[in-house]
Nanobody, 128 residues
Framework: QVQLVESGGGLVQAGGSLRLSCAAS????????MGWFRQAPGKEREFVTG????????NYADSVKGRFTISRDNAKNMVYLQMNSLKPEDTAVYYC?????????????????????WGQGTQVTVSS
């Protein structure tokens, strides 16, 4: 059974940092693109960042570029999101996602339907 489990969320002051982790299980995720999305109350789920199966290609939303960094450890089936210089508008539930349709494809999609497996999410709250 494919499973994605996020951790590392919490409450942080503006300007602070958090590191989210996504543990993938049920199959090997190393040949597939992984991503992070977020959803704030009353808003649509939006793309944050994605990383190709090799880790060589990354894609970021303009709102987080220069502040967030995605990485992966294929040996551990883990994906990480390092979030620095956090702002109150970063407050949201953060979801890990996997595109298990495109084997060894370097395309990093930015749309929800580019990903077909999702975690349950972890809450990130940034206070001002």
């Amino acid at each position: 059974q494919v499973q994605l489990v996020e951790s590392g969320g919490g409450l942080v002051q503006a300007g602070g940092s958090l590191r989210l982790s996504c543990a993938a299980s049920g199959r090997t995720f190393s040949p597939y693109t992984m991503g992070w999305f977020r959803q704030a109350p009353g808003k649509e789920r939006e793309f944050v960042t994605g990383i190709s199966w090799t880790g060589g290609i990354t894609n970021y939303a303009d709102s987080v570029k220069g502040r967030f960094t995605i990485s992966r450890d294929n040996a551990k089936n883990m994906v990480y999101l390092q979030m620095n210089s956090l702002k109150p508008e970063d407050t949201a539930v953060y979801y890990c996602a996997a595109n298990l349709n495109d084997y060894r494809n370097n395309r990093v999609g930015r749309r929800r339907y580019d990903y077909n497996y999702w975690g349950q999410g972890t809450q990130v709250t940034v206070s001002s």
